[in-house]
């Protein structure tokens, strides 16, 4: 398990070098969304790890770290298909903002890692 903190830096910079294109897994490796269809992951909520995936790099995070990257996209466990273009374009926007606030709002302070 890679320590919180790295967790943090590793999406900075993947951030910061314009990736964004983010997946999430549960740990057995079960397909659970990409950042336009964050809706899913209710559905596997009970799970305490995920594999996240940020432009091919992955890594395993806690959920609470996941929480605190997106918590207001846990959209009442429907599905994004459910969803217009317009709300999953949304979802996507909220999802980065999230991971900016989470890291500071200080990515170009950054060092490269």
Not at 6 to 27: D, E, P, Y
Not at 79 to 105: Q, W
Request: some cysteine; charged content about 25%.
């Amino acid at each position: 398990m890679i320590p919180e903190e790295q967790v943090q830096k590793i999406l900075a910079t993947l951030i910061r070098q314009g990736n964004k294109h983010i997946l999430l897994t549960n740990v057995t490796g079960r397909y659970v969304g990409n950042s336009g269809e964050i809706g899913k992951i209710l559905t596997e909520y009970a799970k305490k790890e995920w594999i996240v995936t940020v432009d091919g790099t992955s890594f395993i995070v806690k959920d609470e770290l996941l929480l605190r990257l997106c918590p207001e996209l846990y959209f009442e466990g429907r599905s994004m298909k459910n969803y217009s273009l317009e709300e999953r374009k949304e979802a996507r926007l909220k999802l980065l903002n999230g991971l900016y606030d989470v890291l500071g709002g200080s990515l170009s302070s950054m060092t490269d890692i």
